[in-house]
T-cell receptor, first 114, second 116 residues
């Protein structure tokens, strides 16, 4: 158990809809990262938050947005969903500073868009 | 931007034998970390091994070891005494050291099948 909690684990929705994925980082971790993994592909970095502020942004679509709340949990909002958005969305967290460099991953939220 | 390349989409090995997975990366950074993550069918991302770029000694974790060649920007993973439970996708990942956080850049993955 990595200590990172993601909900929901599975989500099925239709094109054009909007969904919200939630992530609770490990206790004490200030950084939260979102990654997208399409079928049998590598993980693509979407966005990072550190202590409530956006810190780095990858190839995140304009239809996607995220935020980190004062209690450090994060939400990834996906809107106007398309079939190609079907993927496994991972959240990861890391501690203060450089540390060991390790990211701790949640179990992922599998999104299926029909 | 950093790139990570895994040139072997799929590999197979007999149980109890040794297999090496390749990874190359491109960066202008001098301080960074390299990782191998394992993703079994459960899809959980599991850290296998890490290597700090400033360390010349290759990292080892039980049956897993790496061959880190900094000048060649190569970071291969050797799995000894392969077990059926090693069957998984393996991802090589790069992390540069900076104040912006610990963002990982992943390679495309190698699917490893361990055969009985």
């Amino acid at each position: 158990d990595s200590g990172v909690t993601q909900t929901p684990k599975h989500l099925i929705t239709a094109t054009g809809q909007r969904v919200t994925l939630r992530c609770s980082p490990r206790s004490g971790d200030l950084s939260v990262y979102w990654y997208q993994q399409s079928l049998d592909q590598g993980l693509q970095f979407l966005i990072q938050y550190y202590n409530g502020e956006e810190r780095a942004k990858g190839n995140i679509l304009e239809r996607f947005s995220a935020q980190q709340f004062p209690d450090l949990h994060s939400e990834l909002n996906l809107s106007s969903l398309e079939l190609g958005d079907s993927a496994l969305y991972f959240c990861a967290s890391s501690g203060r500073g450089w540390g060991t460099g390790e990211l701790f991953f949640g179990e992922g939220s599998r999104l299926t868009v029909l | 931007a950093q790139t990570v390349t895994q040139s072997q989409p799929e590999m197979s090995v007999q149980e109890a034998e040794t297999v090496t997975l390749s990874c190359t990366y491109d960066t202008s950074e001098n301080n960074y970390y390299l990782f191998w993550y394992k993703q079994p069918p459960s899809r959980q991302m599991i850290l296998v091994i890490r290597q700090e770029a400033y360390k010349q000694q290759n990292a080892t974790e039980n049956r897993f070891s790496v061959n880190f060649q900094k000048a060649a920007k190569s970071f291969s993973l050797k799995i000894s005494d392969s077990q059926l439970g090693d069957t998984a996708m393996y991802f090589c990942a790069f992390m540069k050291q900076n104040n912006a956080g610990n963002m990982l850049t992943f390679g495309g993955g190698t699917r490893l099948m361990v055969k009985p």
